[in-house]
């Protein structure tokens, strides 16, 4: 069972316009989530977060909606850069688990 | 750098043979996980470790992998008798206790002919 979901398997965006890549999970015990971003070859790098005591966190172009009536987060890139391209996963876990619930990935790629 | 590093970054063996593949945490972080990554598929947790203490471990090790920590700071993870299936890449990540955001190393990206 895929607890954690990405169903766009790939995004593309011009530069400069806004990113929208969404995010689903069943689990209702979730409380923290995550975004990583990845290149080929490299390891995930760590993004932004949320608790769920939060509908909204913002770090500079990065912004991360979390919607848990809806069991949806997404993340939104403004404005989009061609170093943006790459996979984003989002991530989900129950705090004091200490793992990670994967989606499958969203394959963003920005336009010059 | 202060990262977390992973050795050997590729890995080509044969059916059958054992492998061996080394994490080094980010320093301060003591608690230490191992992730697997298939084409197509998001990370999948195997195991982790807090300090040299194997706290979990996922159905997904089967009895050819194991993994160890013994000083609380390096891991290794082995795979015994490896099956075309084991190929993929092996991610290594660690975080601070009380801390929730892992980081994750570089992988090692293991290829079973």
């Known amino acids: 069972d895929q607890q954690v979901k990405q169903n766009s398997p790939s995004l593309s965006v011009q530069e400069g316009r806004i990113s929208i890549l969404n995010c689903d999970y069943t689990n209702s015990m979730f409380d923290y989530f995550l975004w990583y971003k990845k290149y080929p070859a490299e390891g995930p790098t760590f993004l932004i977060s949320i608790s769920s005591i939060k509908d909204k966190n913002e770090d500079g172009r990065f912004t991360v909606f979390l919607n848990k009536s809806a069991k949806h987060l997404s993340l939104h890139i403004v404005p989009s850069q061609p170093g943006d391209s790459a996979v984003y996963f989002c991530a989900a876990s129950v705090s004091g688990t200490y793992k990670y619930i994967f989606g499958t990935g969203t394959r963003l790629k920005v336009l010059a | 750098d202060t990262g977390v590093s992973q050795d050997p970054r590729h890995k080509i063996t044969k059916r059958g043979q054992n492998v061996t593949f080394r994490c080094d945490p980010i320093s301060e972080h003591n608690r230490l996980y191992w992730y697997r990554q298939t084409l197509g598929q998001g990370p999948e947790f195997l195991t982790y470790f807090q300090n040299e203490a194997q706290l979990e471990k996922s159905r997904l090790l089967s009895d050819r992998f194991s993994a160890e920590r013994p000083k609380g700071s390096f891991s290794t993870l082995e795979i015994q008798r490896t099956e075309q299936g084991d190929s993929a890449m092996y991610l290594c990540?660690?975080?601070?206790?009380?801390?929730?955001?892992?980081?994750f190393g570089p992988g090692t990206r293991l290829l079973v002919l």
């Open positions: 990540a660690s975080t601070i206790s009380a801390a929730e955001t892992q980081y």
